[in-house]
């Protein structure tokens, strides 16, 4: 069966355009392909970027559905472990790279548990820097989804509407508790950074979801995704000619720990080269590149013919 169109979303790839340094690492031969396209901004970030692909409806509100994503119920939200770091006036928050392990993990959800208490609620240490919060009855408050929030300032993104104050208060409450408790004095003796907050997401409105002929790729919330919206779900894709499917999506991240010259290599020569080929001589339809934090590269059978 022909292909039609290809979705080929590159998490953490925003590095090597955002930043005018890094853009001399791209290759030439990716270049090239990236001029004959057609560029949108949009500088979502991968979790927003991924529900969209799956969802009917535009995705609304600063939230995202990503605890019911994560196993937990119709009552839970995220929670999970943070660095708040003071900066003069205010508080940057820190999520990635922590260099938490469960055990700490699981000490700490119990240090902060009692305080929950007068919430209904019970954390649940899912993976070391992946928690859930089980509600009794979900929270009408208004949350902001964590992801996009690295090292930015928390003011505006803040609970708000009913009960804010209420979450606000356990937020400060959590930040009091976990100042120099033993967890942290151990954390900081050893060079690490405190965990001194929870940040709660992860309630946003469920979408109408649709399903895709084909998903692949290695990346959180992935096979979930493609498992709750009824899609076929395809392990071990390591190339373009490997999909049959006529609607497909790959995701294929960037992991700045491994070799980077040979992950542009795997993404040029497995992925975006192929499907040029394919592209001029109408075998695919559409490919459109999705670099979250960054934008959009969409070609077509007649944009890959440019010479420029």
């Not at 700490?108 to 919430?119: D, H, K």
């Not at 408790?181 to 979801?209: H, M, T």
Request: with cysteine; hydrophobic share 40%.
């Amino acid at each position: 069966m022909a292909k039609a169109r290809l979705s080929l979303v590159l998490p953490d790839y925003a590095i090597f355009f955002a930043n005018e340094l890094n853009r001399g690492l791209v290759p030439e031969s990716v270049n090239r392909c990236l001029k004959k396209a057609r560029f949108h901004a949009d500088d979502s970030p991968y979790y927003r970027r991924l529900l969209s692909l799956f969802a009917e409806q535009k995705l609304k509100g600063t939230d995202l559905p990503i605890a019911r994503l994560r196993g937990g119920s119709q009552n839970s939200l995220c929670a999970d472990p943070c660095y708040l770091h003071p900066d003069r006036d205010q508080l940057l928050l820190f999520y990635r790279d922590l260099d938490l392990s469960i055990d700490e993990a699981e000490a700490i959800a119990s240090r902060v548990q009692p305080l929950l208490n007068e919430f209904d609620a019970r954390l649940t240490v899912l993976e070391a820097d992946k928690w859930l919060l089980e509600c009794n009855e979900l929270p009408l408050v208004d949350l902001a989804a964590k992801e996009g929030l690295h090292g930015r300032p928390v003011s505006g993104y803040m609970p708000s509407g009913e009960g804010a104050q209420d979450w606000i208060r356990l937020w400060n409450e959590i930040q009091m508790l976990l100042f120099d408790c033993p967890e942290n004095q151990a954390r900081e003796a050893a060079g690490k950074v405190p965990i001194n907050s929870l940040w709660f997401w992860g309630k946003g409105a469920q979408p109408s979801w649709r399903a895709w002929p084909h998903v692949s790729g290695e990346a959180p919330l992935l096979k979930t995704l493609a498992v709750e919206t009824g899609s076929d779900y395809q392990s071990g894709m390591s190339e373009f000619e490997q999909i049959s499917a006529r609607q497909a999506v790959h995701v294929l991240a960037f992991d700045p720990e491994s070799d980077w010259d040979q992950q542009w290599q795997t993404l040029a020569q497995n992925w975006l080269l192929p499907a040029m080929r394919a592209l001029k001589y109408w075998r695919l339809g559409g490919l459109e590149l999705i670099i979250p934090e960054w934008g959009d590269y969409k070609l077509t059978p007649l944009s890959s013919w440019r010479f420029w």
